[in-house]
């Protein structure tokens, strides 16, 4: 390729590929399978487990296979809610009044509380129930202050939306929870978020499954859902994404492209399933990246390999950067650590090269809740996301280069030692 073929910018030709944050792709690659024994959950009565729980590591795409189960919900039928959650949530109070406001919303949608035009009352008997009836359990709130406990409000919220879904000719309503994992029970702190929201959820649904809820997170949601409830494993099903396999890869890439007039060589197509390893949110970067930079129709593994070096220097600043700063720097030792070794490391092997460093196994804890380390098997680690550990190590051969042209010292020579 000569360097006209690099395109101008903005480059005029279409480009189809979608990276983002939850941004559906043009084509939902590799999830046939989950997404059908989803439509039959939807059909289920009653359900084997009545909820699920979506788990992946970030960039694996569960925001978009979350925004297709409310689609593909809402077109069986189903009244569905997303909501992304955030740190507030963490908070029992603050969750339950979440869960109010969206049990609410979707009361207000329900169409028999519009049939019989009690939308007002509703409304106002919303804050403080007088009574209702879960099932064959009948509370009574009573509520004595301003500050409701928030099993009361969850419960409330729950079971008025059951009530009112049980005149309904629906089949019921989905509330969809986006970044669940940050609802972890604190003992310490006296916060219980999720083991609220698991009994109250448990209690209404204990006769009817018409209320029901996909929680999606990191893969600490799992855990965190079997230390707040041991019952949790009975009330859902365990669903974890990961990487496209090969030939599904394959398809994220090639069918956007023949929609969209261009093609890649095959070679070229092997070569970023290769480097990306399947990982979504990279099939979509290097897909867009190529076609945005790259001013020809058709573009083979030559051509991409001359923007290449481009291509990691923007996933660098826009993707790596940001997340290895944003670690602490102890946490940021143990992951030059890692990155000394080829694949995944255990904590024997990872504790000797730390000396300085306390408590590595918590470090490595942390890291995981933030996504960026995974475990591979027994107290054996690996990077959760593909490219990472060369980002590392090309980061250190930075370091190395500034600092010694900092202190006058030849970079040539840097680079040797
Ligand atoms: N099955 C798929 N086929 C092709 N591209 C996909 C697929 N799933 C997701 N993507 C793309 O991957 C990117 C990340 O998706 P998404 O935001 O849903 O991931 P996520 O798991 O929710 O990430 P995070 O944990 O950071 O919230 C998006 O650009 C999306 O278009
Ligand atoms: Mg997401």
Request: proline share 5%; net charge neutral.
């Amino acid at each position: 390729m000569n360097t006209s073929a690099l395109a101008r910018q903005p480059n005029p030709l279409p480009n189809p590929f979608r990276p983002g944050n939850g941004v559906a792709p043009p084509y939902l690659a590799g999830r046939d399978r989950l997404l059908a024994a989803f439509e039959d959950w939807l059909l289920e009565q009653p359900p084997l487990h009545a909820n699920w729980a979506l788990t992946g590591l970030r960039g694996t795409g569960k925001t978009v296979l979350l925004g297709e189960f409310a689609t593909r919900s809402e077109r069986a039928g189903w009244l569905t809610l997303q909501h992304e959650l955030g740190d507030r949530h963490r908070d029992d109070v603050r969750l339950a009044e979440a869960i109010a406001e969206d049990c609410k919303a979707l009361i207000g949608r329900a169409d028999a509380l519009a049939a019989v035009g009690q939308a007002v009352e509703r409304g106002a008997r919303w804050l403080r129930p007088k009574r209702i009836r879960v099932g064959q359990v009948s509370i009574d709130p009573s509520y004595t202050d301003d500050a409701p406990a928030a099993a009361n409000v969850m419960g409330n919220a729950f079971g008025q939306l059951d009530s009112v879904l049980s005149h309904s000719e629906r089949p019921g309503a989905i509330l969809l929870y986006d970044e669940a994992h940050l609802l972890a029970d604190d003992r310490g702190r006296e916060r219980f978020p999720l083991s609220t929201l698991l009994a109250t959820l448990g209690a209404v649904q204990r006769e009817h499954q018409r209320v029901r809820i996909i929680l999606c997170g990191l893969p600490t949601l799992s855990l965190n859902l079997k230390r707040a409830r041991t019952y949790s494993e009975r009330m859902f099903r365990h669903v974890s994404i990961g990487n496209l396999e090969l030939d599904a890869a394959e398809e994220a890439l090639a069918i956007p492209l023949a929609g969209s007039g261009r093609s890649f060589g095959l070679s070229l197509i092997g070569e970023i399933c290769e480097q990306t390893a399947g990982y979504p949110y990279f099939l979509q970067f290097f897909g867009a990246f190529a076609c945005s930079r790259i001013g020809l129709e058709h573009i083979e593994l030559a051509d991409f390999q001359r923007v290449e070096s481009a291509l990691l220097y923007e996933l660098d600043l826009a993707f790596f950067e940001d997340r290895f700063e944003g670690a602490p720097p102890t946490e940021q030792l143990v992951l030059e650590a890692m990155a000394r070794d080829t694949g995944p490391v255990t904590l024997r092997r990872l504790r000797p090269q730390l000396s300085g460093v306390a408590s590595v196994d918590l470090l490595v804890r942390r890291l995981i809740e933030r996504g960026l380390v995974y475990r591979t098997g027994r107290a054996t680690y690996d990077f959760a996301l593909p490219l990472f550990r060369s980002f590392i190590r090309r980061r250190r051969q930075l370091t190395r280069l500034t600092r010694t042209v900092r202190s006058g010292q030849n970079a040539e020579n840097a680079r040797d030692t």
